[in-house]
């Protein structure tokens, strides 16, 4: 069983503060990896994408990838309110199916 | 544009019913997926479409599910004799190619409730 883990939370991070958002995975042979976030009641929709060992920066959003300690984390900046929401972190070995974690849950309190 | 869309939005049924859930993929994308997403858990593929060849069923949980494309286009995912243990939220989503890097965009959902 190939298996993606997170934090399930609640993470309680105040406006203004760094949210960190972890996951590890299993399957050494994977290769692409992604965080979607995920309003309660909605479809999940993507916020980053990481390939390579290293940071990956998107507006207030970094990725951070390490390939040998099979890990995986989500940085966000300068938190706001409207960031509160579940944070999934998903796994691609293929072209096929992502393998999803079963997310982190957080809350950005004013 | 127009992204992926699915019908019914909410589904209840009887247990031991059958059930076709739809799914309209964004336009030119030529992969398709299925998800479900049960209370309390992740995302668990089911079963995967990339043009015509022949789909990855291998996250299938039983032979009561099954699914189709047609067209290259519209899928429908089946469910026969559905099980209280069906309920979740089925989601579909689609990505320009089968690549492990092309984004993956999902619908809104179908919810169902199987009683």
């Known amino acids: 069983q190939k298996e993606v883990e997170q934090n399930s939370g609640p993470l309680s991070v105040p406006e203004g503060a760094i949210a960190s958002l972890n996951c590890t995975y299993s399957?050494?042979?994977?290769?692409?990896f992604f965080w979607y976030r995920q309003y309660s009641g909605k479809s999940p929709e993507l916020i980053m994408s990481?390939?390579?060992?290293g940071d990956k920066e998107d507006g207030r959003f970094t990725a951070q990838l390490n390939k040998a300690s099979q890990y995986v984390s989500l940085l966000i900046r300068d938190s706001q309110p409207s960031d509160s929401a579940t944070y999934l972190c998903a796994v691609s070995n293929s072209g096929y199916a992502l393998n999803f974690g079963k997310g982190t849950s957080l809350l950005v309190t004013p | 544009g127009a992204g992926v869309s699915q019908s019914p939005s909410n589904k209840v049924t009887e247990k031991g019913k059958d059930v076709e859930l739809r799914c309209d993929p964004i336009s030119g994308h030529t992969a398709l997926y299925w998800y479900r997403q049960s209370l309390g858990q992740g995302l668990e593929f089911l079963i995967y479409?990339?043009?015509?060849?022949?789909?990855?069923k291998s996250g299938l949980p039983s032979d009561r599910f099954s699914a189709e494309r047609t067209g290259g286009s519209v899928s429908t995912l089946t469910i026969q004799r559905t099980q209280q243990e069906d309920s979740a939220v089925y989601l579909c989503?689609?990505?320009?190619?089968?690549?492990?890097?092309?984004?993956?965009?999902f619908g809104p959902g179908t919810r169902l409730t199987v009683l």
């Open positions: 989503a689609s990505s320009l190619g089968g690549l492990a890097r092309d984004t993956q965009y």
């Open positions: 479409f990339q043009g015509n060849s022949a789909p990855d």
């Open positions: 399957d050494r042979g994977s290769q692409s």
């Open positions: 990481i390939y390579s060992n």
